[in-house]
């Protein structure tokens, strides 16, 4: 159980153009989902938390109108990477609880790496 | 001060030795640890997560809890060359967002 599936596990896109990243949680609802980045040897640096039915909350210093983030279901959350430059190139990572207690694990996606030529 | 800090390492280690992984937390009111286990170029994947005071294991690993001196561990017992990897040490903030360390990385030579 706890699967959570994200897609696509790459992309490759040109500088200026749009990606986006689903969130699926296959086995469970999450009214919550958490987006990560983590760049290279670093460690995971939350984005923003993603809430089904309502507006992301996002962390200092993550613009909101780049990282574009719907949660229109309880099992879908995505992240759309808008106007991609180089600098937004890393390994950006979903996760969700499957219980509604906010000290429960967290279960990851397997990520996706994106590149920005 | 960071919210969670961890020793980047290496850490090296023989296999079949006791890999001793270590962090520390600044928020006192923080109430749920976790370890997570992060291979290269994938996404981390839980290990253990602990809520009291003591010890908690689960197979060759254990997991240490201090709250009074906000001081979390991981123990890896009969070390494998297939627990190499980097291991986060990853807190809930009371604002219930899960903060992670750096990443202490394991080298286990065979």
């Known amino acids: 159980g706890a699967v959570v599936s994200q897609h696509p596990s790459w992309v490759i896109c040109k500088s200026g153009t749009s990606v986006k990243i689903e969130c699926r949680s296959l086995?469970?609802?999450?009214?919550?989902m958490f987006w990560y980045r983590q760049f290279p040897k670093q460690s995971l640096m939350l984005m923003a938390t993603?809430?089904?039915?309502?507006?992301?909350?996002?962390e200092q210093g993550v613009e909101k109108d780049k990282f574009l983030i719907n949660h229109a279901s309880l099992t879908l959350s995505t992240l759309t990477v808008t106007s991609a430059h180089p600098e937004d190139s890393s390994f950006y990572i979903c996760?969700?609880?499957?219980?509604?207690?906010?000290?429960?694990?967290?279960?990851f996606g397997n990520g996706t790496r994106l590149t920005v030529t | 001060q960071k919210e969670v800090e961890q020793n980047s390492g290496p850490l090296s280690v023989p296999e079949g030795a006791i890999a001793s992984l270590n962090c520390t937390y600044s928020?006192?009111?923080?109430?749920?640890f976790f370890w997570y286990r992060q291979y290269s170029g994938k996404s981390p994947e839980l290990i253990m997560f602990?809520?009291?005071?003591g010890d908690k294991e689960d197979g060759r690993f254990t997991a240490q809890l201090n709250k009074a001196s906000q001081y979390v561990s991981l123990l890896i017992r009969d070390s494998q060359p297939s627990d190499s990897a980097t291991y986060l040490c990853?807190?809930?903030?009371?604002?219930?967002?899960?903060?992670f360390g750096q990443g202490t990385t394991l080298q286990v030579k065979p």
């Open positions: 996760s969700a609880r499957v219980s509604g207690d906010y000290n429960s694990p967290l279960h």
């Open positions: 086995d469970f609802q999450a009214t919550t």
């Open positions: 993603s809430n089904e039915g309502s507006k992301a909350t996002y």
């Open positions: 928020d006192r009111g923080s109430q749920s």
């Open positions: 602990i809520y009291s005071n």
């Open positions: 990853a807190v809930i903030s009371n604002t219930g967002k899960l903060i």
